[in-house]
T-cell receptor
Framework: GAGVSQSPSNKVTEKGKDVELRCDPI?????LYWYRQSLGQGLEFLIY????????KSGLPSDRFSAERTGGSVSTLTIQRTQQEDSAVYLC???FGGGEETQYFGPGTRLLVL | QKEVEQNSGPLSVPEGAIASLNCTYS??????FFWYRQYSGKSPELIMS????GDKEDGRFTAQLNKASQYVSLLIRDSQPSDSATYLC???????????FGSGTRLQVQP
């Protein structure tokens, strides 16, 4: 079956521009996560959505970062006024939710801020 | 102290040997434990999950969990060059759905 998909696969932008990253989770998965992986670093949690519950935004590094999930499926991560330190791979994962915690990752979006 | 700690490596083993990867975690209330494999330039893929103390085997892979020692390990038997990758330990703390990841151990299997 189809896995988690993300777009674009690569994004180059200029400092100060806004970017939108998209994630399409595995069909039937109610939980969706965003992580960030900087070069040579581990994965850093950003935000978590579970069904219609309020998202867990505790990992967002600043108010320039926001995310939404429409219709309980596709999610968009928006970074406003990008900075060079935002350059990283942004990974989306999904899981069945409801206690099933195994998360399956998409291919990621590689963001480079010049 | 980091929440999830791993030796960054590289851990180098000859082909056919057993590779032993270790991970410690700080939250004693952690419930679920995962090992992911990440090839260079790729996203993490799940290798094993383990939830209770003891060993769990799946093919050439064995995960071991010791909650009293806050320690989880991954053994890879009959290591192959294709096993060369970074192995990420991830922990699900009590009450948290998001995973906390270690920084990963880079494994090199020498042909």
């Amino acid at each position: 079956g189809a896995g988690v998909s993300q777009s674009p696969s690569n994004k180059v932008t200029e400092k100060g521009k806004d970017v939108e990253l998209r994630c399409d989770p595995i069909s039937g998965h109610t939980a969706l996560y965003w992580y960030r992986q900087s070069l040579g670093q581990g994965l850093e949690f950003l935000i978590y959505f579970q069904g219609n519950s309020a998202p867990d935004k505790s990992g967002l590094p600043s108010d320039r970062f926001s995310a939404e999930r429409t219709g309980g499926s596709v999610s968009t991560l928006t970074i406003q006024r990008t900075q060079q330190e935002d350059s990283a791979v942004y990974l989306c994962a999904s899981s069945f939710g409801g206690g099933e915690e195994t998360q399956y990752f998409g291919p990621g979006t590689r963001l480079l801020v010049l | 102290q980091k929440e999830v700690e791993q030796n960054s490596g590289p851990l180098s083993v000859p082909e056919g040997a057993i590779a032993s990867l270790n991970c410690t975690y700080s939250d004693r209330g952690s419930q679920s434990f995962f090992w992911y494999r990440q090839y260079s330039g790729k996203s993490p893929e799940l290798i094993m999950s383990i939830y209770s103390n003891g060993d769990k085997e799946d093919g050439r892979f064995t995960a071991q969990l010791n909650k009293a020692s806050q320690y989880v390990s991954l053994l890879i038997r009959d290591s192959q060059p294709s096993d060369s990758a970074t192995y990420l330990c991830a922990v699900n703390a009590a009450g948290r759905r998001a995973l906390t990841f270690g920084s990963g151990t880079r494994l090199q299997v020498q042909p």
